[in-house]
Nanobody, 127 residues
């Protein structure tokens, strides 16, 4: 089995920064593409960013492009989402997600493409 545990959420001021980490444990060798999603109250879960198995390719949602970046350290089984220039509308519960490793591992923006999920970490942005 695979477990994902997020950390790093909290309160930040508008214009500030946070870094969210996701540590993968268990059958880590079976993990491919990883991603971050977020869900604000009353809204659907939305794609934020994804990163390929190797870490070479990334895809970031238009809403956060130029402000958020995603990276991974496979040696540490960790994926990090760097949140910069935060806006009040970035406030949400952020979820780490992972796909099972496969030959074709697209950087999907669909939540349904991901097989494993963390419990989420809250990000609050004060204006």
């Amino acid at each position: 089995q695979v477990q994902l545990v997020e950390s790093g959420g909290g309160l930040a001021q508008a214009g500030g920064s946070l870094s969210l980490s996701c540590v993968v444990s268990g059958r880590t060798f079976s993990i491919g593409v990883m991603g971050w999603f977020r869900q604000a109250p009353g809204k659907e879960r939305a794609f934020v960013a994804a990163i390929s198995t190797s870490g070479i390719s990334t895809h970031v949602a238009d809403a956060v492009k130029g402000r958020f970046t995603i990276s991974r350290d496979n040696a540490k089984n960790t994926v990090t989402l760097h949140l910069n220039s935060l806006k009040p509308e970035d406030a949400a519960v952020y979820y780490c997600a992972a796909q099972k490793l496969s030959i074709s591992s697209p950087l999907s923006t669909r939540a349904g493409a991901y097989d494993y999920w963390g419990q989420g970490t809250q990000v609050t942005v004060s204006s």
